[in-house]
């Protein structure tokens, strides 16, 4: 027998345990599908609480370290996330307040560390840059918030906050940039807006008043929206404040989630040009597209990989705009495709996406997955998922099956016992 045909016969041999492999796998997919197709609406006070148990844990263990060394804010983003879905949590009546905002407490001081400050220049104005400052003043409101009385917390709150409301002044007095920057020569607009959403945050804890300089800065920053898409540029020139681009999904993403708290009336129509503008269905999945319609581009730090132009991180955090703005057929359409193509494996109460090799994806999930639905309902038309879980659901099974078929047709035909569990002793058959 030659070569290629010993090859032959043995990849013939193995093929059927190859599909049966593979279609067990997708079996699986299928059987996760259907579950969180059945579940409904997700229980997001119960999934929630398994995630942060994860992050807690991971976080305890250096997560945040190595989230450092494959992203620019990986230390920063994994704690303040956390920090803020525990917070939010909290105020919505999940949980123990006092023991959460103790929690949110410990990770503002990992905030201030070292380790939160090292890639942030704190020369800038305000300290550490936009981008620090406004995540880190969102978290102390919302900490503060669970501290009663303040004390202590409520003065560092007001500290800060007046810092950055100063800075927002000198900028729009000077007529400069109403984008801050966040590096050196560098300004990217979404920055600014969680930070100004942060101000208002402090507002209600402290109960200063920074509406009117809100509202200046409101009016600066529509300004400069891209006039191809009306929604704010992803980077900006960081003395005139001239967009450098377009729109782009990454950061319109976390823009929605803040844009009602800064501009109510407004955020409406400002969510549905994103939604018309980003928000797509490839192949039966929803999902938010890096680029607008038409513009070609790459992935980059902000984007992540792209696949067939979508972005997994605007994707994900598009559920926290989703909720922040009641359109609840995206924000459980999102959160379902999450439960199922995330892997989410569960491990005594604590739940993890992807093996829980990239804790800062499963900080941005549950900060998502938190976010505080408004109080009104929603008017925005449904995006369901149509076709894709009847084909996930259909074609695995029936490969699974064609393959164990086929695997043990073969068996028995090789098998010199035709597939008897044991040899029959000589004498003792039927025959």
């Known amino acids: 027998m030659s070569v290629v045909s010993v090859v032959r016969?043995?990849?013939?041999r193995r093929f059927p345990v190859v599909l049966?492999?593979?279609?067990?796998?997708?079996?699986?997919?299928?059987g996760r599908v259907l579950s969180v197709i059945a579940d409904g609406s997700p229980d997001v006070a119960g999934v929630a609480r398994e995630e942060l148990a994860y992050l807690r844990t991971s976080l305890d263990h250096g997560g945040g370290q190595r989230m450092?060394?494959?992203?620019?804010?990986?230390?920063?983003?994994?704690?303040?996330?956390?920090?803020?879905?525990?917070?939010?949590?909290?105020?919505?009546?999940h949980g123990d307040r006092r023991a959460e905002g103790a929690e949110a407490t410990r990770v503002l001081g990992r905030l201030a560390s070292p380790a939160g400050t090292a890639v942030f220049d704190r020369e800038l104005s305000p300290s550490y840059g936009v981008f620090y400052t406004g995540w880190s003043l969102l978290l102390r409101a919302q900490t503060a918030a669970l501290v009663e009385p303040a004390g202590r917390a409520g003065d560092e709150l007001s500290a800060v906050a007046d810092r950055l409301a100063g800075a927002v002044k000198m900028a729009l007095d000077t007529g400069?940039?109403?984008?801050?920057?966040?590096?050196?020569?560098?300004?990217?607009p979404v920055d600014t807006v969680v930070a100004m959403a942060a101000l208002r945050r402090a507002d209600q804890v402290t109960g200063a008043d920074h509406r009117g300089l809100v509202d200046r800065w409101l009016r600066r920053a529509e300004a400069f929206a891209d006039p191809a898409t009306g929604l704010l540029p992803h980077e900006a020139d960081p003395v005139t404040g001239r967009g450098l681009g377009g729109a782009r999904g990454s950061s319109q993403s976390i823009i929605q989630r803040f844009w009602p708290v800064?501009?109510?009336?407004?955020?409406?129509?400002?969510?549905?040009?994103?939604?018309?503008?980003?928000?797509?269905?490839?192949?039966g999945v929803v999902g938010v597209r890096e680029y607008p319609r038409g513009v070609a581009g790459g992935g980059d730090v902000d984007s992540g990989p792209l696949v067939a132009g979508l972005s997994a991180s605007a994707t994900a955090v598009t559920i926290a705009a989703a909720r922040a703005h009641g359109d609840q057929a995206v924000a459980v359409s999102l959160t379902h495709e999450a439960d199922v193509f995330g892997l989410p494996f569960r491990w005594f109460g604590s739940r993890r996406?992807?093996?829980?090799?990239l804790p800062v994806a499963d900080a941005?999930?549950?900060?998502?997955?938190?976010?505080?639905?408004?109080?009104?309902?929603?008017?925005?038309?449904?995006?369901?998922?149509?076709?894709?879980?009847?084909?996930?659901?259909?074609?695995?099974?029936?490969g699974l099956a064609a393959?164990?078929?086929?695997?043990?047709?073969?068996?028995?035909?090789?098998?010199?016992?035709?597939?008897?569990?044991?040899?029959?002793?000589?004498?003792?058959?039927?025959?």
């Open 353 to 357: 996406y992807l093996g829980g090799c």
């Open 20 to 30: 049966v492999i593979a279609t067990t796998l997708l079996a699986g997919m299928t």
């Open 403 to 431: 393959a164990w078929t086929l695997t043990v047709r073969r068996r028995l035909l090789s098998s010199p016992d035709r597939g008897l569990r044991c040899p029959v002793p000589p004498g003792q058959g039927p025959y």
């Open 176 to 188: 400069g940039s109403p984008f801050l920057l966040s590096y050196p020569g560098r300004s990217w």
């Open 68 to 93: 450092q060394k494959l992203f620019p804010e990986g230390y920063f983003f994994t704690n303040v996330l956390y920090g803020l879905a525990l917070t939010d949590l909290a105020a919505a009546g």
């Open 364 to 398: 941005f999930l549950v900060w998502a997955r938190t976010t505080p639905l408004p109080m009104a309902g929603s008017n925005f038309a449904a995006a369901p998922m149509v076709w894709w879980p009847a084909v996930l659901l259909g074609l695995p099974w029936l």
């Open 262 to 283: 800064l501009d109510p009336a407004g955020a409406p129509a400002s969510y549905q040009r994103f939604r018309s503008t980003f928000l797509t269905r490839r192949f």
């Open 9 to 12: 016969s043995r990849s013939a």
